[in-house]
């Protein structure tokens, strides 16, 4: 019994007909059809319920050999996939995933970007917050991941790629909009619009506005930073903004920090003793090269 055997079982079993599952496997329909008889010998059971003019079925043992038969090939499939992947790493399917303050803003600089230098190379492309980022990392879901450093990373590996400044939104005729520049200290007693728990910019835009004195409107939660540039627009409060979620709309005033600029630290994350570092580290020098932010 081989894997070309099983092969032929699971085609007959797709066609139920002996000669469209011959063409499907390339082959002509006696040698499909004596594989499946010498298969059936070696088992010592019948398979196919032979001597049918149309529809040809299987025996109810040759359906529970064909299920196992379909997980086989599964594996065998996977396998080799897996010897391809260490004969061209950068070949083949790679789980990405992002934070959702990222994704929107990145993912447009950087994909074409990775698909021209790597065309082989597939991204399946997630957006997920950092804890189950960090989760699904270590269990094997994803391959790689792009946060915000720095991160609790047991058994993994972290590659910080640029610095990106954060601006505070405030809507038209506040009175900081007309102000080229601002001090951290000017939050003092705003009303500032912050996303929900779980969103790792949600703790880093506290911290500064906690520091200079500005307090949360505790009746709103953003879900996501477009929302947080609506509610702004509304008059309901401000908020902070990181600079790739900028944009030339002019809908919302976005204003600069004076130096010390208030910033966070974006960079990979990838499992330790991954066969694909090398790819991630070349990824990231072609990210760091689509960014207008500081490269670290």
């Known amino acids: 019994m081989n894997l070309r055997d099983l092969e032929y079982l699971v085609a007959l079993d797709a066609h139920r007909h002996f000669h469209r599952a011959a063409d499907a496997c390339f082959v002509s329909q006696p040698t499909l059809s004596g594989q499946l008889k010498k298969l059936e010998l070696h088992l010592g059971v ?57 994704a929107p803003y990145l993912l447009p600089r950087i994909v074409q970007p990775l698909k021209q230098r790597w065309p082989e190379l597939e991204l399946l492309l997630h957006e997920v917050q950092t804890a189950p980022m960090l989760h699904q990392l270590a269990a094997g879901e994803l391959e790689l991941g792009i946060l915000a450093l720095p991160v609790a990373a047991d ?14 939104a405030v809507y038209p005729g506040h009175p900081l909009a007309s102000q080229p520049q601002i001090q951290v200290a000017d939050l003092h007693n705003e009303t500032m619009l912050l996303l929900d728990d779980g969103h790792c910019f949600r703790e880093q835009a506290l911290e500064i506005c906690f520091s200079a004195g500005a307090h949360e409107k505790n009746s709103f939660r953003g ?51 991954s066969p694909r570092e090398n790819v991630f580290r070349a ?3 072609i990210i760091q090269n689509t960014q207008s932010v500081s490269p670290l």
């Open 283 to 285: 990824m990231g020098e």
């Open 223 to 273: 879900t996501s930073l477009e929302t947080l540039r609506q509610m702004v627009l509304a008059r309901s409060g401000l908020t902070l903004l990181p600079e790739l979620a900028i944009d030339d709309k002019g809908d919302v005033v976005c204003i600069p920090f004076a130096a010390p600029q208030p910033t966070r630290s974006i960079g990979l994350v990838w499992r330790q003793g």
């Open 46 to 102: 019948q398979l196919v319920e032979r001597g049918r003019r149309q529809r040809v079925l299987l025996t109810p043992t040759g359906q529970l050999i064909v299920a196992r038969a379909q997980r086989i090939l599964q594996d065998a499939r996977e396998i080799e996939q897996l010897a391809k992947l260490a004969q061209n790493p950068f070949h083949g399917p790679l789980r990405l995933a992002l934070i959702p303050t990222l």
């Open 155 to 168: 058994g993994l590996v972290t590659q910080a790629l640029f610095e990106e400044s954060f601006y505070l």
